[in-house]
């Protein structure tokens, strides 16, 4: 009862391990995303000129002193409709022409911003202004006075500062405007909204006019409530009577002087932006990984090809061509040299195993320095007379390894000029060596030859363990002919490099020929996560 807790916790632990390495794996990824996403946070706060908000809160529910079908149908409809109708009304040309006369926005010059603006910000609108005027066709003749166009980009620009949004289930809506300076933006919003008011009043005006003609005291009346409300339009505040007003929209609140920028504010957009850069870089890590063609990790090799590793070796440097065994002890690449020697030792005993072919399984790792070094372990280890035989006709590297010369060998003993004994070398103790030596011959066809046969039949005779290193799969077909005559064969899988489908691929020739395919090396092995981390997750 007590286990099963404990082996769920053991998986839990194990995933999420996976998880970790992944993120210290593809650590380039992940801090170049967080890069790149802090990069253009940092530039984005350094361009943002802080922006102030003021609102006016409006009630549509005064009577019109003319009732007309026009006003009828407004005030059936419903209140959605009604805000509607009153936010297309407020940023309609009339309204807003007369603000800006009275603000003197026209006037403003296309640098305002750079009162406000950072550094950066101040160089991006003279370049912008310089393009413009770059680009402006300067030939073409314009149909508005300078007066007149000026006007309309203002009206342009404050249109574009203005929100009209409705208070939900009233007869409420408020107007929104944004500005640069909080004074500022108070008085536009309260010129906006009054402006709008002597809109609504002069259409009542006309309907009253149209009706009783202009001595009316209603018209009468009325005119100088819009004279009034004419010379309070560029006053900071009004009072409350003279706000509400005559007009069938009433101010219920004014605008105030904002005491802070509207949010984000720029400290916000940094905190924002490092969240977002962990969450992309996170994401785009793992992104990275699943579009990863190739293999990472043993579970991987065992989950796409049903093989079992029999172990893992470090990614090296230039430690090609020497041999593992001269390293230190405590070294790592020889501990785990040791590890896979003692697995491939204890699964050629326990199966019956003398002979193994290793190959790899792509172009981009000899085996010849991973076949020699398993050599020297297990005739270290195992205490048993070990035989490496190069079988690479086309590229024999082994003899490297040890330092001796690719005269007589393995091709020799093929073609009849020498025997197994002649060519036989010590190179170690318990450990012998046959060189590929030399052929003039095509070794796919000297491979297929009954000799072939002869001499893996005579090395097993006289050697307890032969191993024989093969081309890679990749390129030539003459590790088929040689798996044939093994009794397993050991594939190394190069970490970063062999694609799944193609090591698929290559190895379904081996699968057809009901080949003892033993297991799998993986090379090159990575360990991104650091020691002290890996002990605690």
């Known amino acids: 009862m007590d286990s099963m807790p404990g082996a769920k916790n053991n998986a839990a632990m194990s995933t999420f391990r996976d998880y970790v390495r992944v993120l210290f794996l593809r650590k380039d990824t992940l801090m170049v995303s967080m890069a790149a996403v802090l990069f253009s946070t940092v530039i984005g706060a350094m ?80 370049t912008q202004h310089a393009v413009d005027e770059a680009l402006a066709d300067k030939g073409k003749a314009s149909t508005l006075d300078g007066e007149q166009a000026a006007i309309r980009g203002a009206v342009d620009d404050l249109r574009g500062r203005i929100k009209v949004l409705p208070v939900r289930d009233t007869n409420l809506f408020v107007i929104k405007v944004r500005d640069l300076d909080p004074r500022e933006v108070a008085l536009t919003a309260n010129i906006v909204s009054r402006s709008y008011i002597i809109f609504d009043l002069e259409q009542q005006l006309a309907e009253l006019t149209l009706k009783y003609g202009n001595k009316h005291p209603s018209v009468i009346q009325l005119s100088d409530a819009i004279n009034q409300m004419a010379k309070n339009l560029n006053e900071a505040s009004v009072s409350n009577i003279d706000a509400i007003g005559p007009a069938s929209v009433k101010i219920i609140e004014q605008a105030e002087i904002p005491l802070r920028p509207m949010k984000p504010t720029k ?25 990863d063609p190739t293999f990472r990790s043993p579970a991987q090799i065992e989950a796409e090809l049903g ?4 172990g893992s070796l470090l990614r090296t440097k230039k430690r090609e061509g020497k041999l593992v065994r001269t390293y230190p002890t405590a070294d790592r690449r020889t501990r785990l040299y040791q590890l896979l020697c003692d697995q491939l030792y204890l699964l050629m005993k326990d199966k019956g195993i003398k002979s193994v072919l ?13 076949m020699a070094n ?73 491979l297929d030859s009954p000799k072939v046969v002869e001499t893996v039949a005579d090395v097993l005779k ?64 990575t360990f991104p996560i650091p020691h002290f981390v890996y002990e605690k997750v």
């Open 47 to 126: 361009l943002m000129t802080p922006l102030y908000e003021a609102r006016v809160k409006l009630l549509i529910s005064g009577e019109k002193q003319v009732q007309s079908p026009y006003y009828r149908d407004i005030f059936d409809e419903r209140n959605v409709e009604k805000s509607i109708t009153q936010s297309e009304i407020v940023i309609s040309e009339p309204v807003l022409t007369r603000a800006v006369r009275a603000l003197a926005l026209q006037q403003r010059q296309y640098d305002y911003e750079k009162k406000y603006a950072t550094p950066l910000k101040k160089w991006v609108i003279e």
């Open 267 to 291: 400290s916000i957009l940094l905190v924002l932006g490092f969240i977002l850069s962990i969450f992309f870089g996170i994401t785009f890590a793992f992104m990275s990984e699943y579009m």
């Open 307 to 310: 093989l079992p590793v029999l």
């Open 358 to 370: 290793v190959v790899a399984a792509d172009g981009g790792e000899k085996p010849s320095d991973i």
């Open 374 to 446: 398993l050599g020297a372990f297990l005739a270290e280890r195992a205490d048993c007379q070990v035989l490496l035989v190069d079988a690479n006709l086309r590229h024999p590297s082994i003899h490297n390894v040890f330092n001796v010369e690719n005269t007589k060998g393995f091709a020799d003993v093929i073609e009849g000029r020498s025997a197994v004994k002649d060519v036989v070398q010590e190179v170690g103790k318990g450990l012998h060596l046959i060189v590929a030596g030399n052929s003039e011959l095509n070794p796919a066809l000297l």
């Open 462 to 525: 006289r050697f307890r363990v032969v191993l024989l290193d093969g081309p890679d799969l990749t390129r030539y077909r003459d590790s088929l002919s040689l798996a044939s005559l093994a009794d397993a064969v050991v594939v190394i899988v190069n970490e970063g490099e062999a694609r799944r489908y193609v090591v698929k691929s290559i190895l379904q020739p081996l699968v057809d020929r009901k080949v003892n395919i033993l297991g799998i090396i993986m090379n090159n092995r």
